[in-house]
Structure formats: structure tokens, C-alpha cells
């Protein structure tokens, strides 16, 4: 008999044990191990059964554990202590309260977070992958270094999905309805107890409206809008059902309540609760990008123009895009926007025109038709960045097109190489050896001083058997996640008692986990099957794999590749030595990384744009075998892992596969298992050298603690000043900039280098040579003092073109009438080889963050 409706009771706690209540809802026992060893102790049978979950546990309890529990002076005295290291931990100072700007100033005084999926924890599983993952470790480390972050998201009724498998391999999607209720989540209340509304005009004069769920993130708020409430029909009720679920249309409306529903949500935070107004606006992915319009929409509605709104938004704007390819971009025909946007549904003071401005794709090579949220997101974002240095490379090249006549180089977009949460990722096990023989210097420290490169810390054999054991501890954990899998696949008992055997806790174990594009080549290790096998069943070296991964619930190409993994894992010849373990998510990997000896990343290059699960396995001392790619081609130093080679060039994708896999096979069998294998007194030297190398370099490196830093210094605080200095006076200076765009832009047609002149060189050219230059060019109305003429010079390529160039800006020498003006300057020729040079002028005004914001230049 079915339920007409769903809730949940919570428990009534006794006062000795109120303080429980607040460590359960507070998201910091998800990587805090005092706190979740508290909440096992009460009965680990059952917190086992929870899985971990506090809430739940709490939920569970009995009133005669309660009670004997609020008697227990041993046990409520740790409760006590733990509440106490809980609200040291939210208002003590931490690293961001002794930060200024590099200018000395202020720092933020708030930012803002927007992102569509948040991975804190599988009690709350609001992620797909890598994106949400990333979010969730953002959040934690912001919170653990005292940033002042608010997250903004969505509260999708169903997540993303469980994963499990046919008995003929092929994926499964399941949506388990959350009881927002049974999650550690509040919902956000006006002063009279009401759930705080946040309202969205529709098409059709319908109404999308929302409530606000808010998880503690540490000291960290994360704000969740939820669609799934009374006062929306039955159709906008569905709008947050779940993640990346239905249609184009159903998708923007997930990313207007996101973006504009969560900007209203913000304000409804500082109203309640007092909190400060952000000063930055820092949008992951383009799925947040009318948060800008609805920015816009409010400075309009305070008196400004929609330039002026423009200038003062853009400049509060962090923008991050995480996709090297156009086809993961979010992408809504043009059309569709329009209903959105447009008639009786327009946005007060925000013109229809405007809104398809920012997303179009009005660049050689875009399509007319469409309204893409990455250009809105680089159009709004007056600070862009890509997510390790390769990614920021290619960014700059596929978005070049809106800013056309500069080099791919000085596209405005910057890199901040994405990190991992530590606490979150390495193993409580490792964890406590580290705390125990290393203080936090000598773990986070530069490599010289690293005190993994000390054997005294911890000995060759005290390491591997401390590897041993997460071995072990993950061939116990993959064995009953294979054993449920066949069950839930329509295996009896009686058919599985193979699983008790497969895997070995002293077998070389490889991991590959991720999402499952094709791009990231989940098959790639079935090239040669034969090759493969051989190296699985090796009568002195054998290998295991463990593999996990979802695909793309409308993504049967993704699918298949999983299918084609699981039946070749089926084979009874190869299935002790190769598992596939269905519904990837947090709990698995907490496992996974500690357990494995080699992360394996193979992903068609340049298309891993970061990837961070290999970071994850160096922090607990596993050993990357990847693709360089992502932030691999940035670390990898031929001491922690292994770089795959790759085919660049190779037009043919089977062909370039096969060579690819070949590559792969090759490493595997010459250089992994032999390091692994060959030991002296039982310990393999060689790879506990690599260990220890990985742990010293990559440990400080990895750190999701080092990427907010970077954000906060190179990101936030210059936002926040640009944003403060154009909001002066009245937005004085942002109704200045605005002018000046206007006018720069209008009388740019007008502009151009008329004629170059140079000296000072024989015919035969010499290191320390001084070169001369003297260019006339035509302003129009423009002042000098609005462009800047830079001589672009360096090494060129035989098709003359300037490779590795230097802009130095001439100054001005004389004016002429109508507009003209002669500008020179000299170049010391320092380097030998092939040179070359030109002039060009381009903008420039105090407040422009980059030469090619305008995306105007004019070249001789």
C-alpha cells in the first residue's frame, strides 16, 4: 500500500544531548573524523546501517539509548567537548582574517558561489561528477581557511541517479525521491515562521516559485532553491526534480532559478539573517550566468543605465569554465530564450536585445541561432578562468572569436589549476600516521623540506604495510559491492560464492573512476583483450582492475562502453582479477583512492580539461598512470607516475587508440609491475621511492586550501576592488566607463595605423642594437589618452608571423589636425635570431582589466 504523502519525524533529543542535533546538521563531520568517530560510537552496527549518516542515526535511536546515553557522564562529556571544537572552529580566525589584497586592501567582505551541483557528501547527493565534486571541495576549504563563501545551488528532488546494471550489463537509472526533511538541511523561515518564497516570472503568466533550504558547510552557508513546493502547479513543481534531467526547456528554467532565482535567494539571506550583501559573484560553469541579468535588472531598477548596470556587474564577476569542447557547453535556441525573455514576460528595465546580446554567437564561425551561456558567462564575467594551465590554453583558443584581432594569448581568460580537499579524500588510516609522525609543515611543505622524504618518519616497511592495509580494506569493500550488484542483477546465492575470492589484497591494483563520455575512454584498456588478459593473469606479476563510472542517463553511447566493460568483467577466466562496481558516488570513491596502488586517466588529450581523482590517490600515496592532460601535463615529472604517451596528430581515432593502448599496455608491463614486484626484504624500493617522491611534490600541490588561495588573490580581491571602485559615488565611475565604452566604440571605425617609420639599424643587425620606431596614426574624435600604441615585437616564424611577442606601449610626440598624431619609441634588441615587429593601438582606460576587454584593435 502506497503512502499518500511522505514525511519525516525527527527525534526529540534529552538537553544533556541537544548539542548533537547542531554536529549532525553541520556538514563539517563529513570530513571531520572526531565528529563521525562520536556518532559511530553510540552504535556502530546501526551507524553502519545508516551509512554514516548522523541525521539518520539520530533518527533511528531508541528512547532507551537516548536516555542511557544522556546519563553516560564519559559519553556526554565528549559531546560537550566536540560542540565546543565545533564553535571554535566556526568563529576562531582562520587564514583569510590575516589576509589583505595585494595592494594591501580588503579583502572580500562576501562572495558568492553559484554552481549546479555541490558534492559535500552521499548523505546529500546533489553532484553528477567532477564539476559538483569540485564545488563541494571549494566550499569545504573555504570554510576550513575562514573565506567568506556562500554557495548557491539547487535542491534537486531526486539527485542525479542510482546507477545499477542488468544481467546483460546495460546501465540503469533509479530516482529515489529525498525527503528534504530526513537531509541535514533548514529550510529558510521569514521572522513569522513562513518558508521564505522566492518568486520567477513564466511565459504565460505563470509563476515558478521556491523555497531555500540552507546546509552548513562548515562555517560556509550553501544555499538550495527547491521548486518542489505548494505554491507552484504541477509542472513547475518539477522544475528541480532532478539533476541535468529533461529537456532544453526544462533546463533553463533550472538555470533562471539558479542564476536569477538565486540572486533574489541571496537577498532574502541578508534580510533574514543579517548577513553582508557579496561583494564578488563567482558563477562554476555557465549554468549560472543570468545571475549577471538579474544583477543588471536590480542597478537598472536603481537608477542606472543598462551600460552602466553592465560595467558594475562585470566588474564583481568571477567566471569559470570548466568544458575544452563547444559540445559541453549549454547552448538554448535563441528562439527559446525569447519566450523567456521577451513580451509580456520581459524583465523590467532589461531589454530582450540586450539579454540575446550577451549570449550570442556573433563571431565568425557561431551560429545565429543559438543563445550560449559560456560567451554570457565570459561577456559578464569581467575575470575569466580555465582550470589547469593546458585548459587555460585551450579556452583561450576556443573562445578567441569574441575577442577578434588579438592572439589566442591575450584572450582575458587566466587559469587556477583545480585541487582536492584533503580532509574529505585521504584516508582516516593515513590521516592518522601523518598527524602522529608529520606536523602539518612538514606535509604541506616544499619538497626539500618534506617530511615524507624522511625514512625516520615513517620506515620503507611501516609504509607499504600501511599501503597493504587500504589494500585490503578496498578488496573487502569491492566484494560486497560486486556480491550486491549480482544480486540486484538477478543472481541467487547459490550462483555467487566466486565473489568471496575475487581481488587479492597483494595484488598491483589499478583504479580507473569517472564519469563516462566517450572522451574519457572507459574502454580504451579493452583494445588488444588478449594483451590485457595477459597481463591480469600473469603467473608472477599479475594485475587488477577495479573500474566504476555512470553515464549520461540519455547518453547510450556512453552505455554501451560500460556494458562492453561489464561483460568482459563477467568472463569467468578474468573476473577474480577485473571488477566493475555500478553507482560511483562519494562513499565508493573514500574507499577507492586509498585502496589503489595506480589511478589510471586516459582521456582523448587536450579534452580532460582538470580532472582531479588522480589528485586524490597521490594524497593517499597511490601512483598516477594518465594521459598528460588536464593538470597532469602540468605535474607530472617523470618521478610520480607514469605519462602516458600520445598519438598527437594521428587523424584516425581507431588508429590513434590502438597506439594509445599499446602505449598503456607497454608501461604497464616494463615499468609498473616490475617497480612494484621486485622487492628486497619483502618492500619494493623503487616504488616506495616514487610514494614518497609523489607525496612530497604533489602533496602541497594538489591541495584545494592552495587553488582558494589562488582565487582569493588573484580573482576575488581584484573584483572586489574593481567592484567597489565602480559602485564609489554613486557608481560614478562605472557611468564613466560606460561613456567611454560608448564613445571608444562608436569612433573605433575611425581609427588606424596610417604609416611606420624605423631606425637606428645597419644591415647587418646585432644583439644590443636599438631599434626606432615612429608610427602616425588616425584617432578620429578619439584622445590620445583613450588608446594606447604598443610596438609588438619578438621572434617570428619563417611565415613572418610574431610567435613569441612583446607590446610596448610608444609615447606621444606630436599632434597633427584632424585627428592624427605620431607616437615612437625604441626597442633594445636583446636576443638573437629571427625578429619581428608591428604596431597597433588598442583602448585604455584605468579601469579596464584587460587590453583586449573591448575586444577592439587596430593593426598597422
Not at 525521491?177 to 513562513?194: F, K, M
Request: aromatic share 8%; glycine share 10%; with cysteine.
Amino acid at each position: 500500500m502506497r503512502a499518500i504523502r511522505r514525511f519525516t519525524v525527527r527525534t526529540v533529543l534529552p538537553e544533556q544531548l541537544a548539542a548533537l542535533d547542531e554536529l549532525a546538521q553541520n556538514l563539517r563531520w563529513s570530513w571531520h573524523a572526531p565528529t563521525r568517530d562520536l556518532f559511530a560510537s553510540i552504535d556502530p552496527e546501526l551507524w553502519s546501517d545508516v551509512r554514516g549518516d548522523p541525521v539518520a542515526l539520530l533518527a533511528a535511536l531508541g528512547s532507551d539509548r537516548l536516555a542511557a546515553l544522556a546519563v553516560s557522564d564519559e559519553f556526554t562529556g565528549r559531546v560537550r567537548a566536540a560542540s565546543e571544537d565545533l564553535h571554535r572552529y566556526l568563529h576562531d580566525p582562520q587564514w583569510y582574517q590575516g589576509q589583505t589584497s595585494a595592494a594591501g586592501g580588503e579583502l572580500p567582505r562576501a562572495i558568492a558561489y553559484f554552481s549546479p551541483e555541490f558534492g559535500i557528501t552521499s548523505v546529500l547527493p546533489q553532484y553528477s561528477g567532477g564539476l559538483g565534486i569540485l564545488a563541494g571541495d571549494h566550499l569545504k576549504s573555504a570554510s576550513d581557511m575562514g573565506v567568506p563563501i556562500v554557495g548557491v545551488g539547487l535542491l534537486y528532488g531526486a539527485g542525479y541517479f542510482r546507477q545499477s546494471l542488468t544481467r546483460d550489463a546495460w546501465q540503469v537509472e533509479t530516482y529515489p525521491l529525498l525527503d528534504p526533511d530526513g537531509l541535514p538541511l533548514a529550510v529558510l523561515r521569514e521572522e513569522d515562521g513562513t518558508p521564505a518564497v522566492i518568486s520567477l516570472d513564466l511565459p504565460g503568466g505563470r509563476k515558478l516559485h521556491a523555497h531555500v533550504w540552507v546546509a552548513a558547510v562548515g562555517r560556509v552557508p550553501l544555499l538550495l532553491l527547491d521548486s518542489n513546493v505548494p505554491e507552484n502547479d504541477d509542472t513547475a513543481r518539477k522544475v528541480t526534480d532532478r539533476l541535468y534531467g529533461g529537456g532544453g526547456e526544462h533546463r533553463l528554467q533550472q538555470e533562471l532559478l539558479l542564476g536569477v532565482g538565486g540572486v533574489r535567494a541571496l537577498r532574502a539571506w541578508s534580510r533574514l539573517t543579517g548577513a553582508l550583501e557579496p561583494e564578488v559573484y563567482h558563477t562554476n560553469e555557465g549554468h549560472a550566468g543570468f545571475l549577471g541579468v538579474e544583477r543588471i535588472r536590480e542597478l537598472v531598477g536603481s537608477g542606472l543605465s543598462i551600460g552602466e548596470a553592465h560595467e558594475a556587474v562585470r566588474a564583481a564577476t568571477v567566471f569559470t569554465t570548466h568544458t575544452p569542447v563547444p559540445a559541453g557547453i549549454d547552448r538554448f535556441p535563441k528562439d527559446l530564450v525569447t519566450t523567456y525573455f521577451g513580451g509580456d514576460n520581459g524583465m523590467a528595465g532589461v531589454p530582450l536585445e540586450t539579454v540575446l546580446a550577451l549570449g550570442a554567437e556573433d563571431y565568425e564561425g557561431g551560429d545565429p541561432t543559438v543563445f550560449n551561456m559560456a560567451v554570457m558567462g565570459l561577456r559578464l564575467g569581467g575575470r575569466a578562468n580555465g582550470v589547469s594551465l593546458l585548459h587555460g590554453q585551450v579556452s583561450r583558443q576556443m573562445f578567441e572569436g569574441l575577442w577578434p584581432g588579438f592572439d589566442a594569448r591575450e584572450v582575458p581568460i587566466t587559469s587556477v589549476t583545480n585541487g582536492v580537499h584533503s580532509p574529505t579524500w585521504v584516508s582516516p588510516r593515513f590521516a592518522a600516521v601523518e598527524a602522529e609522525r608529520m606536523g602539518l609543515d612538514e606535509i604541506t611543505a616544499p619538497e626539500a623540506s618534506s617530511g615524507w622524504l624522511d625514512p625516520s618518519k615513517v620506515s620503507d616497511a611501516e609504509l607499504w604495510a600501511l599501503r597493504g592495509e587500504m589494500r585490503g580494506e578496498l578488496v573487502v569493500e569491492a566484494r560486497r559491492r560486486v556480491y550486491a550488484s549480482w544480486r540486484e542483477r538477478g543472481a541467487s546465492p547459490a550462483e555467487l560464492g566466486w565473489v568471496d575470492d575475487i581481488l587479492s589484497p597483494d595484488v598491483l591494483t589499478i583504479g580507473f573512476a569517472r564519469r563516462v563520455p566517450t572522451y574519457k575512454r572507459l574502454t580504451l584498456m579493452l583494445r588488444d583483450q588478449d594483451r590485457l588478459k595477459a597481463l591480469l593473469l600473469h603467473p608472477e606479476r599479475p594485475v587488477q582492475l577495479i573500474v566504476a563510472g555512470k553515464s549520461h542517463p540519455a547518453d547510450d553511447s556512453g552505455k554501451r562502453l560500460i556494458q562492453q566493460l561489464v561483460r568482459f568483467a563477467d568472463d569467468a577466466g578474468v573476473r577474480h582479477r577485473i571488477v566493475f562496481l555500478p553507482n560511483y558516488d562519494i562513499g565508493m570513491a573514500q574507499s577507492l583512492y586509498p585502496g589503489c596502488d595506480v589511478w589510471l586517466n586516459n582521456p582523448l588529450r587536450p579534452l580532460e580539461a582538470s580532472g582531479t581523482s588522480g589528485m586524490k590517490s597521490a594524497l593517499n600515496g597511490g601512483l598516477n598512470l594518465s594521459i598528460e592532460d588536464g593538470w597532469w601535463a602540468e605535474w607530472y615529472d617523470g618521478e610520480n607516475g607514469w605519462g602516458i604517451p600520445t598519438a598527437d596528430g594521428v587523424v584516425d581515432a581507431d588508429r590513434r587508440d590502438d597506439l594509445e593502448a599499446a602505449a598503456l599496455y607497454d608501461l604497464i608491463e616494463s615499468q609498473v609491475t616490475p617497480a612494484f614486484y621486485d622487492r628486497t626484504d619483502g618492500v619494493p624500493g623503487r616504488w616506495l621511492e616514487l610514494v614518497r617522491h609523489t607525496l612530497a611534490t604533489l602533496g602541497p600541490k594538489v591541495q584545494a586550501t592552495r587553488m582558494v588561495s589562488e582565487y582569493v588573490h588573484g580573482l576575488y580581491a581584484p573584483a572586489a576592488e574593481a567592484g567597489r571602485v565602480l559602485a564609489a559615488d554613486g557608481y560614478a565611475a562605472a557611468k564613466d566607463l560606460a561613456g567611454w565604452k560608448a564613445h571608444v566604440r562608436g569612433s573605433w571605425p575611425q581609427v588606424r595605423v596610417d604609416h611606420v617609420e624605423s631606425a637606428g639599424i645597419g644591415e647587418a643587425v646585432q644583439v644590443g642594437d636599438r631599434l626606432t620606431v615612429r608610427a602616425y596614426v588616425s584617432l578620429g574624435p578619439l584622445s590620445p589618452v583613450d588608446v594606447d600604441v604598443q610596438v609588438v615585437h619578438g621572434r617570428v616564424t619563417e611565415a613572418d608571423v610574431i610567435d613569441e611577442f612583446t607590446p610596448e606601449s610608444l609615447t606621444l610626440s606630436e599632434s597633427y589636425e584632424a585627428g592624427r598624431h605620431a607616437f615612437g619609441g625604441e626597442v633594445d634588441l636583446d636576443t638573437s635570431g629571427p625578429f619581428g615587429y608591428t604596431v597597433r593601438i588598442v583602448p585604455k582606460h584605468a579601469h579596464l582589466a584587460s587590453v583586449a576587454e573591448l575586444g577592439l584593435v587596430a593593426n598597422a
